[in-house]
Every structure is written in structure tokens, then in C-alpha cells.
């Protein structure tokens, strides 16, 4: 969303990185490590965002179908700020090797407890989830090279290393990327504006752009304004609040507070209106040479070309990007397909295998 | 009575809202009286219009379809409702618009051509029609403000034809549309090719025309500062591009296309301006002796439809005043309620020289597939036969290449296939055949003013709350016929079927003739044509009070306080689409109303 920042915080920010992958930020080297494992980070709530959305049939649940909607626009932008930062300090973002796109269910740490994300269908449990990716949390540790409770210190302690390099080995030779890979503003729209990253000020710029869409005003339902992305507000209901009042069927009054829950208007929600997918697909479950599975191994590969596109558009080829946002439109339809073709049960609907494909496929 | 205003707007569509958004800015306090609902503003309810125009779209009509019926404020073309416009004539008038928030940009294409240098001067340079009293370079400025307003997309060096000119180192906000198959096609066809009008060569040249529909922002625009695409209303995440999802009239599904309801949200939160639905202006109250407008009447109407019997019927009149009083409600509506105040007629012109553009369809099968029905509707022209000599003896014309096929497909395709007994995958290929070469060209072609096409009134023909309802008089003259015969016979026949290798399957039933179309014969030829929906010129401006309704700034001569603003203050209609045109004009009459009220 456009300048929205939640009072929250977001998916990851109150995950944990497994502190064994996590050394102190030390040399350049280290930094584009650290962007490169934000950059997966940031890319795996992308595909449970995108199922949920999708199994909405089209025209039910609209407050519920544009918040997901909302969210995901959200992490696809802050995938592609990543991605500028990776490449303003010379890094060659990767989107395309094996292990970039989890196994789900994935197990997202969190800092307490912790829960899986499925690839599933819209559905109370499905938003009690997302409530815990969105949760608002309270500030954690000052950050400590090699050992991040959340996100949020995470980029704390990338956004202190930058500074520190900067110091020690100058501005220049920290920012030394090649500012023609920057995805500029021209070239990206949705969930508010990208930030070409040239050196140390727009890098806080770009950071704080992806922390601030989860911080923000902290203790209120409604957005703060927008003074520091420049951008005009008004009162909305944050994006974790706004799943509350879809779990809640219920919307908030200005008057309520976070503990006095929602207590204005009854908002319908109907759970029926959804396509009855299966939970986590995979493809190698149907057998060979089934049309199900050539379709679930066509929308992974598909998947898979969109990754391509990306990684291609943040290593210097821009003009891929219009390639990647085809491709957004051809994966929705195939996978509105998908959902609307019976699995063989009886009871659901296939859902998605977003991959990586299967090498031997169909 | 209600508290004073620094300006009171009657009508809250794109002259309206652009009118408000200036004086606001300038710290001037704003009413918009609006007849119609408040409608598509909220986006549940234009969610629920777009629904309609799924659902029911063929069978409501067009453009209004997807719009509810409101007895209270009827508009033409009303789905359902009795129809609004009388006639004088046996010649009707085509063209439709729309009495809600937002106005007809609420089903309007986007298009957004500049007029032409000589458009502004007919009289002087062809001998026909006559001059204006501003020229292109007067309203130059306007043009960019307006540009910007709506967000065109367009690529400066396309657009700089007949000597439209721009300041060195403009761009447009956003970049050309994509060019289409259906485009490069006829481009590539048609490329160095020419025709001879009137002793005169023309080259038959297809360039992209400007919309008023988010591409790709150009970051040079502003002199460097970049374009922000504006996005739907009340939904941040929509609309920011242009997703080719082939409805765009009378609805974007995204709101990517321009409509006046985004200028009016950018006011939504400020405390200058008001805006107040459901009332319908109904009368001027005006000083006999200072000629000032004292205050505007309406009626404000709480059901909307509001039949006798309804709740808030019989309605309230109200009055309220300006110190200035701002008529934005169309051409036609403003004529009208001029009319019935007795107002700003001393020249005898309210209400005539009611232009629109005449429309005509071509159509054939390509000799190479093409893939039409994909993108916005139009993206490119044959805009060279704009202007030129011939516009001594006959109209000029622009040719808008349609990225949708033949209207009304698969529909015909199908009935026919199916009545030849073709099923199964033979019906899917023939028709995938047949759908794939599908061009077709609207001809637009200007008018010239004529005092006989006319808005009048009568004191019997009143809608259900008692306003007066237009009587129009209208027809075509053998000026524009002329150029009807030209671009079909010569341009179409002779030339881009030759020239294309297309197979021409344009033909014009009379018996009867199709819905939407009124039969015109020209040399013994007939052709059936249609409204642009462009209403242009019932209040004209001019230098001299005798023979036009206002000035150079779109103040009546007649009232020291009461501006007139919109298309109906073009002279002449040349060969643009007229919503940009209409507002660069509210842009200057904006400006003169800031300096008048400083």
C-alpha cells in the first residue's frame, strides 16, 4: 500500500533468522550475504498472500480479498527495494537458485512462538495466521551482530554495518554498484513508491521504507500520517487490523482502541465464498501424465519464469520487469484455473505448487 | 441561507471538480451543487456498476447502461427511464451524458488530442465557420495544467502535427500507450502512403494518439520532477497502470483511465470546498438592474429517482449564494438552465450552434491475423487529415483505429456459425479465423457551428421535479456529409482497403437501420452514423457581446459575476475529442475568477 504503515509489525520482523546463518556484518561481503538472505526473507510470504487472495471467488469477501491484495503488493515492494540495496553495494541479486522458494509448509520463526505457513485457502485459521505475521510487537534488543531476535534488528544492524563501512572505507566504495540496476520509479508501481539506492542516505531511505510499512503509529489502530515517506494519509485501518476486523466480522468505530477489539458495523464475511483448495499441492502427488499435474508443473514453471524475469530486471535488464508483470497475470489465471478444477477427492479443488518444478515432469 | 461562498459551481463534473481544485488552491471558498448522486464516488457502489456493466451491459445500453435511473435528474440515454431529450427536428441528436458526481467522465474514452492551430481560426484561414476570439497559443498553457490534471499519456514528438506546438522541453506526464498489433499493422501498411483531397496530398500516417490513462510516467515530466500516476479512488493499490483488461468505456475496472471523481477526491478532506449532491439548479436569480446573479435555487432531493409519492417528494427548493456563480454542468444542461433564468442571452446565442461529432464506422478482415480484442479500445490514428486545404469545401476528419474488433463480437459470428450448423472445434476455429483479422476505423468528422442546431425550452416539457428538459433541434449539413463521402468512398474504399489489402465487409442496412444509428444519404449514397457523444458550443465565447454568450475568460457578458465554462464555450469543434479542450478552458476560466476574486 502506498505510504501505509501499519502500527506493526510485520511478517518477519518478528521472525527469527536462524542465528547460525547470521555472522556480524563485517566486510561488503558480509552485507550482500545479509541482503541477499533478506531478499528470500521478504519473497516467502509472497506465495501464501497471493493462494489466499486468489481463492476468493471473484466479486465475495471484497474488504477481505483487497487487504491480502494490499499485503502482498506490500512484500513485492519491499522484494524489490531488496533488491536495490543489494545492487547499489555491487551484489547480483538471485532469485532463481534452488532453495530461494521455501517448502511449505514453511516454518516462519517467530519470536515466542512459533507456526507454520501453509499454502491454503482463505479461512479463519488462514487469518489467524496472518494475524500472527502481522502482529504489532514491541520494540526488541538493541540489534547484536550474529544474533537478530527479528527482522526489524536484522535491518537495524544492516542499516549500522552501512555506516560502519561507510566510515571505514569510505562512501564511494561501499556504493559502487552500477546505478543503471536500480528499479526506479517508472519502472515499479504499487504499495507506494520505490527508492533508487545511490549511497548511505537513500539506503536508510529504502530501509526505513521497509521497516516503517510496519512501525509507524504504535499503539492505534488507524495509519499515522506520512511525513516520512512524503506521502498524503488519511485514517485507515492498518493492514493487521484490518484482518482483525474480517476475523472478527465486525468493523472499528474511531473510538476503539486495539484491547476494545471492533465494535462498529457487522462485516459480513462468508467462508463458503472460496474456492475449496487443498492445502500445500504438490504436483509429484498426481500421477503421471494426469492433466492436473501437467497444469500444476505448467503454473510452477510459470512461477518459476516470473523468478527469472525478476532476477533478470534486478541484474541490469529493467525492461524485464514489464515481462514479469505479464507473467503476474498469466500465473493468476492459471491458478484461478487450478482452483476451480476438482483434485479427486471429492470434496476440494486442486491448489498451487508454486515449485521449484519438477525436473522430470510430466 | 446558507453561508457565503467565493464561488458556487453548478455541476460536479471535470470542469466543475478542475474549476474547485484552482479557486480552492488560490485559498477560495467552494460550493458544488450537483443534480445527480453521489454514486460511483463511493467505491462499494462503483464496484456494484461494474457488476452491472458485466452482468446486464449488452442488454441496458450504452453509455449510461451500468448507471442507475434517476427520475430526479434524468440523463439522455437513462436505461429504463422515458427519454429526456425532445425534438424539434426529425433529425435527433446521438450524443449521451451523464448527471452524476463525476460527470461524463464517467463514461468517457479518455482521449485527449489537442485542437489544432487552425481550429481556432477557421474563418480566416478556410473561409468557413468562424474565428475564436483566443488562439492556440492563448490556451497553451491551460493545455499542460489540464494534461496534467488528468494524467495523458502521449509521446510529444506523435502529437506535434498542423502546428500544435509545445514548450521546449516538455513531456507529457506518462509515456505512449503500447502501440498494438492492430496499430503496427496499419502502420506498417500505411507508411509513406498518401491520398489527394482537393488538389492536395496527404499522407496517410498513424501515429499514437494522447489518453487520459496511466502508462508508463515519463520521468522527465515537470521539467525533471517526474509524474506520479494517481490511482483509484479510495484504493491506493489500484489503477496506478493500465492492465489491458479491454473494458475501459463506460468503466475501468481499476480506475486506471481518468475520471473527475480523482480531482474531486484530492479536495475530499479540504475545508474550502463543499460538495453537495442531489440538488438540481433550477433557476438563476439575477438583479434586473446590476445584472448580478444573486444566488442559484435548486432542488435537493432526498431519494434519488424520487418518483411523486416518494420520500422527500414534492423536493425542497433551497437557494444559496456566490460571489461568483460558476455554470459547469455540459453543454446542454447549461444552456438549458440559462434558458429558463432568462439569462446571458442578450446575443440570442444560449442554447445554438450545438456541435457534436459525427461517427462513422468502417470495417473489414485483415489479410494477416492481427489479435484485436486486447488493450484500450483505441491507441493510434490517422491523424493527418486533421486539417488542410479541403477544409474550404469540406469537414476534416480523424480516422481512430479500434483495438476491439467489430462491434458486437462473437455475438453476430456465432449466430451465424451456428445457423450454417458449425459446432464443436470446428465453430472454435472458424471463429478464432474470423475474430483474429477483425479491423474496424471510426471516422470523426468536425461540424461547423449553425444557429439551427439548437437547445431550446418549453414551458410543457418539464421532468418530474418541474425543471426543463432540452428540446433540440439538429442535423447534419452538407459540409460534414462532404467529408463523410470522402473518408468512406475515397479514404476507406480507395486507399487504406488498397493499401492494407483488406477485405471490406462495411455495409449500412437501412431496413431497418441498426440501434444507435439515424440514416443519412449523401449523393444518393446512405450511411449510417452515430453521436461522439461530443456536445460542444451552446454558450460560445467571442470578442463581441452581439454575437456570443462570453468572453475571452468565460464570463457571461450579461452578469458581472456569472461565468459559463465547458465545452459549450468552443467556437468551433475541429477534430479533438473535447473533454481535454473543455478543461484547459476551466483552466483559464479558473485563473480569470482567481484574479477577479483577489
Redesign the interface.
Known sequence: MIGKSKPASRKARGAKIPVRSVPAIRTPADLRTHLQMALQVEHATIPPYFTAWLSIQDGQNFEAAETIRGVLLEEMLHLTLVANLLNAVNGNPSLTHRRFIPRYPHRLPHSGDRFEINIEKFSKSALETFLKIERPEAKGARPQPGHFHTIGQFYAAVGQSLDELCERLGEGRVFCGDPSRQIRPEDYYGAGSIVVVTNRDTAHWAIAKIVQQGEGAHHGIFDGDHKILGEDGGQEVAHYYRFMEILKGRSYTQHDTPSSGPTGCVMPVDYSAVHPIQSNALASSYPRGSEIRAALVAFARGYGGLLAALEAAFNGDRSRLTEGVARMFSLRNQALALMQTPSGDGRTTVGLDFGPPLRRSV | MSAHYDAVIVGGGIVGALVARILSQAGKRVLILEAGIEGAMNP?TY?RYL?TLYTEGGTRGMPNGPYPWNEAAPSPGDPGGRPYYQYDTDMHFMSDYLRMLGGTTLHWQGTSLRLVPNDFRMQTTYGQGIDWPITYDDLEPAYQRAEQEVGVSADVEDQRIFGVWFPDGYVYPMHRMPQSMVDQFFGKKLAKKSVTLHGGRYPLRVISIPVARNS????KFGLGD?Y??V?AVA???QG??C?GNSVCMPLCPVQAKYSALKTLETMA?SDLVEIRTQCVASRLLIDRDSGRVNGVEYKRYETPGSPPGSPGYPPQTETVQGTLVVLAANAIENATLLLASHAANSSDQVGRNLMDHPYLYVWGYSPTPIYPFRGPDTTSGVESLRDGKFREVHASFRASLSNWGWSGEPGHQIKELLGQQTYGKALRSELAARMAHMVKIGFMFEQLPSPKNRVTISSELRDTMGNFQPVLSYHYDAYSLAGVEVAVEKVWKKAITRYAEIDDKTCYPDDPVPPGYQRVMYNGIGYNIMGSGHIVGTHRMGSSRRHSVTDRNMKTWDHPNLYVVGAGNQVTIGTANPTLTAAALSVRAAEAMVRELK
Open positions: 462499494a464496484r457488476q508508463t510516467p515519463n520521468p517526474g506520479r500516476p490511482a484504493n491506493r493499490d496506478l497502470r492492465q478532506r
